[in-house]
């Protein structure tokens, strides 16, 4: 018999899984690069982008895919249902494809009341439609009661890549501009605060939104070089690994981070840094100079860029980090989590 082979790397893993391997943070990188990688490395995920681009016949095709373990399954502003159809539409657009198929899979907890998995269906329905996809075809298993918190969904999707477009970390230069199309954080506030019960004057809700129209605005600027929505992780997070990919330095600048006083004011009180906190309807772009002017122009006559601005550049200073220029004019740099700041967020 044949002995299994454990690649090198995955030695250093620890014993067992742990919370923080889910974070998109430190951890995550680490089982990816050591497990994962290891073992299924082929040229399309080797780009660690959130879709894969693979040949196709008359054209390009980008493939995505996404489980969705959000608790609790409902929150302000959404559920899981249209979180798991708008998580997988952006991580297509985002790599600019054209979404044209999903497929979904649940896995139900036994005792789960019927009218909320009704409830969620039609959430499913109805961001399938604004987002021009349909859903051709999923499983459905069903678990014991305590096993899955009421459902988890998967979905996978499929999208065309118009002639043209060739986005992605391996395009960035030193003096392209980064630009941020919102105010970020209000996903998982808004999960923290129905998780946890919590009492708050104002109610935040979160901002889980298809981003087709905006990528669509933009997507025939010639100088647009990659783009990523900020989700697990949030915004530092996804600056990290852009800034890992590209092997430059991302700054942005604190100042004009666009943050909603009542989720920095929560995430104050709960001493969570709001830049690592997840968002489910956000775009950061990376654009040449010369055309970010313009980007963020059309990307405010849409609904769901009406706060785009430009956040910062690329520097060839601090290779491979990201970092932020603080209001006092210091420059920190924005490192991956090591430790988990809130599970179970999309």
């Known amino acids: ?21 889910g974070t998109g943070g430190r951890l995550t990188h680490q089982l990816i690069e050591q497990l994962f990688l290891e073992y299924f490395r082929n040229p399309y995920l ?30 302000p502003g959404g559920n899981i249902g249209d979180l798991a159809v708008n998580g997988t539409v952006n991580d297509l657009v985002v790599g600019g494809a054209t979404p044209l198929y999903l497929s979904a899979s649940f896995i139900l907890e036994e005792g789960l009341p019927v009218r909320d998995l009704v409830e969620v269906v039609e959430s499913m329905a109805a961001a399938s439609a604004v987002a021009g996809v349909q859903v051709v075809t999923g499983d459905t298993k069903v678990v014991e009661r305590g096993s899955a918190d009421g459902l988890y969904i998967t979905t996978s999707g499929i999208g065309r890549i118009p002639e043209g477009i060739d986005w992605g970390p391996h395009r960035i230069r030193e003096g392209d501009v980064v630009i941020l199309s919102g105010s970020v954080g209000d996903h998982g506030a808004s999960v923290m605060i129905e998780r946890f019960e919590m009492e708050f004057d104002t109610q935040i809700e979160s901002d889980t939104a298809c981003l087709r129209d905006l990528v669509e ?3 025939d600027v010639p100088g647009i070089r990659c783009m990523r929505d900020p989700t697990r992780g949030g ?4 600056l990290n690994e852009l800034s890992q990919s590209s092997g430059l330095n991302l700054r942005i600048r604190e100042r004009d981070v666009p943050i909603r006083d009542e989720v920095r004011g929560l995430c104050e009180a709960l001493g969570i840094d709001p830049l690592y906190v997840a968002n489910e309807g956000k775009l950061v772009c990376v654009v040449a100079p010369e055309e ?29 980090l990201a970092s932020l220029e603080t209001l006092l004019g210091a420059v920190r740099v924005l490192d991956l989590l090591a430790v988990e700041q809130l599970p179970r967020i999309c």
Not at 10 to 18: D, K, R
Not at 235 to 238: K, V
Request: charged share 30%; aromatic share 4%.
């Open 235 to 238: 915004l530092a997070t996804t």
């Open 1 to 21: 018999m044949e002995e299994r082979r454990t690649p090198p790397r995955a030695h250093t893993l620890p014993e067992t899984i742990q919370l923080a391997h």
């Open 46 to 75: 080797e780009g660690m982008n959130d879709q894969a681009i693979l040949p196709g016949e008359g054209g390009r095709l980008a493939m995505s895919t996404d489980a969705f373990v959000v608790k609790p399954y409902r929150f």
């Open 217 to 219: 605005a933009v997507r």
């Open 292 to 320: 970010a002017e313009e980007v963020v122009r059309r990307m405010r006559r849409v609904k769901e860029g009406r706060e785009a601005r430009i956040i910062g550049e690329v520097t060839g200073e601090l290779p491979g």
